[in-house]
């Protein structure tokens, strides 16, 4: 396996409307556990040994509770690494808004924050505290899979991520690109929208049958599945999409491809589906237009 400097996407953090209203949701029926709290915050885990996958913030005056992507934070291989892609990403077009030092909160380890091209915050994080596994749940998500970005300059983006921050180029369809940074075949994908902003967040399931269990236990609460469920192309994974109480798209996924210094990268023409199709399977529905709005609706936090 090639010697990424990134190992793995930790977590995401979102700004929400009310906090009391997001916990119900991720803690309910998504499937999540509290680890820990501060005024206007929650950290959440999954059933995996990340200290937390989501982070939930409820901003102090109402006017500013907008949903939001405020950062994304991924593991950096070593902290020699998280050292050398400071400067490597601002040379590449990145804003340092924090260089490496102990980080203050749950979780811990040693930290760095950017602000990238797009505008979306990067926390770079090694040495953070790992949880024991909870007791096996096929039904609840074991870690985040992965972050769906909407990219007004989807190449342009996927250059910075493989020049300033060392990702691969996994796959490239006509509207996406897939990056990886570890043997799953994506840990961000790129998706060409009008917009810059987050499309969706990925949590992965043990197996395709804890989407299916998931995404039941969903529809009981009064969630209807978004789009699904189906497999994908790119990555092959097994996808069930919903939109949460506040607007923002999660989805439920399962068996990533596994992919290795030989895998070599397939262009747009490999990823045609006959008319009508959507999936590898052929049997999701067409993305209602609503869920489209909803992945076209989330900025990133200022």
């Not at 991720?26 to 040994?49: E, H, K, Q």
């Not at 982070?55 to 994304?72: F, H």
């Not at 994908?232 to 923002?248: K, S």
């Not at 747009?268 to 609706?297: M, N």
Request: net charge negative; with cysteine; proline share 10%.
């Amino acid at each position: 396996m090639a010697d990424f400097p990134l190992s793995a996407l930790r977590s995401a953090e979102l700004d929400v409307p009310d906090l009391a209203a997001a916990e119900r949701f991720y803690t309910g029926p998504w499937g999540l556990a509290v680890v820990a709290r501060a005024p206007g915050a929650l950290w959440l885990r999954a059933t995996g040994a990340d200290h937390h996958v989501l982070v939930l913030r409820e901003a102090a005056t109402p006017a500013l509770r907008t949903p939001a992507l405020r950062a994304m934070a991924f593991r950096a291989a070593s902290a020699a690494a998280l050292h050398a892609l400071c400067p490597r990403a601002v040379a590449a077009g990145a804003t340092l808004l924090a260089p490496p030092a102990p980080l203050a909160e749950p979780g811990g380890g040693l930290g760095a924050l950017l602000r990238l091209p797009d505008g979306v915050a990067l926390k770079l994080v090694c040495g953070d505290e790992r949880l024991p596994p909870l007791p096996p749940d096929p039904s609840r998500p074991e870690r985040l899979a992965h972050l769906n970005l909407n990219c007004r300059d989807v190449d342009a983006t996927a250059r910075f991520l493989e020049g300033g921050l060392g990702f691969a180029l996994s796959d490239r369809s006509r509207l996406m690109a897939f990056e990886r940074c570890n043997s799953d075949h994506h840990a961000l994908v790129l998706a060409e929208a009008p917009v810059n902003g987050l499309n969706h967040v990925a949590f992965l399931m043990p197996g395709w049958e804890g989407v299916m269990l998931g995404a039941g236990r969903l529809v009981d609460a009064g969630f209807p599945i978004g789009w699904g469920v189906g497999r994908h192309g790119p990555g092959d994974n097994v996808f069930a999409y919903f939109v949460d109480p506040f607007g923002i798209v999660v989805e439920y996924t399962a068996e990533v491809e596994q992919v290795g210094e030989d895998h070599v990268p397939r262009g747009p023409e490999h990823w045609v589906w006959p008319p009508g199709r959507s999936d590898h399977w052929g049997i999701a529905p067409p993305k209602p237009e609503a869920t489209k709005r909803a992945q076209l609706a989330i900025g990133y936090a200022p």
